[in-house]
């Protein structure tokens, strides 16, 4: 019989999928999610968490804390008051500033509180430091422990969107989305045992199943004739001229005007930044129709968010994909 927990776990889930499901659809469909999206699917994650810190008798620091960790997070949708945007005295931009302070305010006093607990540990024979904490304190610093590991993850999600790791914003948004609804295991497999946070392990699983593409494209090719080219039949695909202006695709055939004068097609592995495939993507059709040609390599162009969606699978069976890899070589 699951107990109120697992019930809240199960919540998590279905609200993961369902706001997944809906970005992935329009990010394939309009190469975009409104923050909209993000906002709205943003209220019944918080409502989750904050009902758990509830069930959890959590203190005020610690709520005072996840009031952080849920301000920087919203940074990503709603961006940063500016001194210019309080100098004009905008009450939502003041009120904002407001919350971040206070919210500042109640990590320094838990990281004062909580975090000395949890550095010493409980008490016991074995106390090699005057101040210990009771069964109690120990149980309301591993919940402020837990909610300043969300908020690492949402910087470390940050740093990769700033490094260009996730090149797309809503791919960032996506994964702060997953630290903020489903910030811990709880009853998903295996039993809660794991090496890294369900974020973190979804970006693995998102990747891993990047890794099916290059298989994908070539059986694609395989089918429709076009696998002779094994230099390019991997990663990009013929698709017939009247199509691409219609599909989100990147355009890996150019015409190049040689030594003597000859146009030729030439086809490139990766495509050419500021070419005319992104600024003149008609005129370059039109020549390459002149030359005779009716499909054109190109490659498409897939959102990172519909391999996360992927990845749910596999995250929701079987778990930690790193605590799998280190148990199948024998070093756990």
């Given at each position: 019989m699951p107990d109120a927990f697992?019930?809240?776990?199960?919540?998590?889930?279905?609200?993961?999928?369902?706001?997944?499901?809906?970005?992935t659809y329009l990010d394939l469909k309009i190469r975009r999610v409104?923050?909209?999206?993000?906002?709205?699917?943003?209220?019944?994650?918080?409502?989750?968490?904050?009902?758990?810190?509830?069930?959890?008798?959590a203190d005020l620091v610690t709520w005072l804390t996840a009031s952080a960790v849920v301000a920087y997070a919203s940074t990503a949708v709603i961006g940063r008051p500016t001194l210019a945007d309080l100098q004009a005295g905008s009450k939502v931009d003041i009120l904002v500033t407001c919350w971040y302070a206070v919210s500042g305010i109640g990590l320094a006093?838990?990281?004062?509180?909580?975090?000395?607990?949890?550095?010493?540990?409980?008490?016991?024979?074995?106390?090699?430091?005057?101040y210990c904490g009771n069964p109690e304190q120990m149980t309301a610093a591993f919940l402020w422990i837990k909610m300043v590991g969300i908020g690492a993850v949402l910087l470390f999600?940050?740093?990769?969107?700033?490094?260009?790791?996730?090149?797309?914003?809503?791919?960032?948004?996506?994964?702060?989305?997953?630290?903020?609804?489903?910030?811990?295991?709880?009853?998903?497999?295996?039993?809660?045992v794991a090496m890294m946070p369900p974020a973190l392990a979804l970006l693995v699983w998102g990747a891993l199943a990047f890794l099916i593409l290059p298989g994908y494209v070539?059986?694609?090719?395989?089918a429709a004739g076009d696998a002779g080219n094994l230099r390019m039949s991997w990663h990009a695909r013929r698709m017939p001229l009247a199509e691409i202006p219609r599909r989100h695709v990147w355009?890996?055939?150019?015409?190049?005007e040689g030594a003597d004068g000859e146009r030729s097609i030439v086809t490139r592995m990766r495509p050419s930044r500021g070419?005319?495939?992104?600024?003149?993507?008609?005129?370059?059709?039109?020549?390459?129709?002149?030359?005779?040609?009716?499909?054109?390599?190109?490659?498409?162009?897939?959102?990172?968010?519909?391999?996360?969606m992927l990845g749910l699978l596999p995250l929701l069976l079987l778990g930690d994909p790193v605590l799998h890899l280190l148990t199948l070589l024998g070093l756990i």
């Amino acid at each position: 019989m699951p107990d109120a927990f697992d019930l809240l776990a199960y919540a998590r889930v279905l609200t993961l999928v369902l706001t997944l499901a809906g970005a992935t659809y329009l990010d394939l469909k309009i190469r975009r999610v409104p923050n909209d999206w993000w906002l709205t699917w943003a209220k019944p994650a918080l409502f989750l968490l904050c009902l758990e810190l509830l069930m959890r008798d959590a203190d005020l620091v610690t709520w005072l804390t996840a009031s952080a960790v849920v301000a920087y997070a919203s940074t990503a949708v709603i961006g940063r008051p500016t001194l210019a945007d309080l100098q004009a005295g905008s009450k939502v931009d003041i009120l904002v500033t407001c919350w971040y302070a206070v919210s500042g305010i109640g990590l320094a006093i838990g990281a004062s509180t909580h975090g000395l607990t949890a550095i010493t540990g409980p008490c016991g024979f074995d106390s090699v430091v005057e101040y210990c904490g009771n069964p109690e304190q120990m149980t309301a610093a591993f919940l402020w422990i837990k909610m300043v590991g969300i908020g690492a993850v949402l910087l470390f999600f940050e740093l990769c969107y700033q490094l260009r790791m996730l090149h797309g914003g809503a791919d960032a948004k996506a994964m702060m989305f997953v630290a903020l609804c489903l910030p811990w295991w709880n009853s998903l497999p295996p039993d809660g045992v794991a090496m890294m946070p369900p974020a973190l392990a979804l970006l693995v699983w998102g990747a891993l199943a990047f890794l099916i593409l290059p298989g994908y494209v070539f059986v694609l090719n395989f089918a429709a004739g076009d696998a002779g080219n094994l230099r390019m039949s991997w990663h990009a695909r013929r698709m017939p001229l009247a199509e691409i202006p219609r599909r989100h695709v990147w355009l890996l055939d150019e015409v190049m005007e040689g030594a003597d004068g000859e146009r030729s097609i030439v086809t490139r592995m990766r495509p050419s930044r500021g070419g005319r495939g992104e600024t003149d993507v008609q005129g370059l059709l039109d020549e390459l129709s002149e030359l005779g040609a009716d499909k054109a390599w190109v490659t498409e162009k897939y959102p990172f968010m519909a391999f996360l969606m992927l990845g749910l699978l596999p995250l929701l069976l079987l778990g930690d994909p790193v605590l799998h890899l280190l148990t199948l070589l024998g070093l756990i």
